[in-house]
């Protein structure tokens, strides 16, 4: 699509021909999907009756969004409790929504920020998703992320590199795997999360050799018969999973080990057709977080096969119909964002739904996003690898690059050795 081409709402009587025909043969999932494509099909049909009179229905409601970000940031609602090993998460989802959003929080307030993640910091190294608890690959994604948003000395004193670094170590399989914490589950999310992590960190490059040997390799061997990326080796192509098997060999510079088309032409087919959203899985629904997980996956697999091919330069997916999907069944008229018409709003939702939709706006042109309605929607940009700000990324890597903090350890087997001494 032509970057200078003003993005047009659909012809949503036209669309109903593209729901899905079940050819007379219903199945569970097949009703499923015909009652999601109902839910947004209601949406659509009270936008197209409404959007003359309210043209607010074509915005995203800014204000609406922010109030809700900044009430779950000062305190959450009991039913969050469910998430007490999550809370770097939880901090991590607010912040990048908010900073997409243009909305930054008093000074006070991110210095609190910084102390709760502080508190969530590990003795051994990472961080935990809480106060106390176990370090943990994913709630140290979260916490650097969020830490690097905020930018603040303070904030990446929080961050301790050479305890870090030995954790890396101690989670590390020697086939070049990563546990997502000490004898947990091995997953792609793991290896993504320590190569992000080291890489945001501009930890020393003699250390990312030793760290991400056959790291690769490994996240290469996710790869299905499909295109996408699996959990682990013979897992069903998933696509958060395939952000992070994608975005790991991007970051490590190793994407050529990866069949690159077939991880395009996957990722391209799960947009649907009628709902304009991204799907997860083949034969799954439509659900509002795969507007990143999938949206960035495609980006990065285009830039990877760019070369000499000028079709790469242009979006290959529908960033109108995206952006159609997000702005009219995903938004909560109390703020927040949802997975699909019919469910509650949360914070996952919220970031990952925003984010995609920054994506799809600023993946082909900086100089000029394509923003779908009014001009009110367009969302700050954010970086395809890391999700977070482009110049948090920018930041975060020069502050590291000065640092003096060069005491690393630089073998996984005196790390593992060290830490059963300590159990």
């Known amino acids: 699509m032509d970057p200078m081409e003003e993005l047009l709402f659909r012809n949503f009587q036209r669309l109903r021909d593209l729901k899905f025909d079940d050819e007379k043969l219903t199945t569970t999932t097949s009703r499923e999907q015909q009652k999601t494509e109902t839910s947004v099909e209601k949406c659509f049909d009270r936008f197209d009756e409404l959007r003359f009179t309210q043209p607010r229905l074509s915005q995203i409601f800014r204000l609406e969004h922010q109030y809700y970000l900044d009430a779950m940031l000062r305190r959450l609602p009991t039913n969050y409790e469910c ?6 998460w939880c901090v991590y989802w607010i912040l990048q929504a908010a900073q997409l959003l243009s909305f930054t929080f008093d000074d006070q307030t991110l210095e609190n920020v910084v102390q709760f993640l502080s508190k969530c910091r590990t003795p051994t190294g990472g961080f935990g998703g809480g106060p106390g608890q176990y370090a943990h690959l994913a709630p140290t994604y979260a916490a650097v992320n969020s830490l690097c948003i905020i930018g603040t000395e303070e904030a ?69 018969y499909e295109g996408g990326f699996g959990g682990a080796p013979d897992l069903e192509a998933h696509g958060g999973y395939t952000f ?19 991880l395009l032409q996957w990722t391209l087919r799960r947009q649907m057709s009628y709902e304009g959203g991204f799907q997860g899985r083949t034969n799954k629904l439509v659900d509002g977080c795969y507007s990143f997980w999938v949206g960035a996956s495609i980006p990065i697999a285009q830039a990877i096969l760019s070369g000499d091919d000028k079709e790469m330069e242009h979006t290959l997916f529908d960033v109108g119909a995206l952006q159609e999907y997000i702005l009219i069944c995903c938004q909560k008229q109390n703020g927040g964002l949802i997975d699909k018409p019919g469910k509650p709003q949360d914070l996952y939702h919220t970031c990952y739904t925003l984010s995609g939709v920054s994506i799809a706006q600023h993946t082909e042109s900086a100089s000029c996003p394509q923003v779908m309605g009014d001009t009110i929607n367009e969302l700050l940009p954010t970086h395809p690898l890391f999700n977070i700000p482009p110049k948090a990324v920018a930041a975060a890597r020069s502050h590291f690059s000065n640092s003096n903090d060069t005491e690393f350890v630089v073998s996984d087997e005196n790390s593992k050795a060290e830490d059963k001494q300590d159990s």
């Open 83 to 88: 998430l007490d090993s999550s809370r770097t």
């Open 244 to 262: 992070c098997g994608i975005a790991g060999l991007a970051l490590l510079n190793e994407a050529d080990k990866c069949d690159k088309q077939a």
């Open 156 to 224: 990446y004193r929080a961050i301790d590199r050479p305890t870090l670094v030995h954790f890396l170590f101690s989670v590390r399989e020697s086939d070049g795997s990563y546990r997502l914490h000490v004898d947990g589950e091995t997953d792609v999310r793991g290896a993504y999360c320590a190569i992000s992590c080291a890489k945001l960190l501009n930890l020393p490059e003699p250390v990312i050799r030793e760290l991400f040997a056959g790291t690769g390799d490994w996240i290469a061997k996710c790869q299905t």
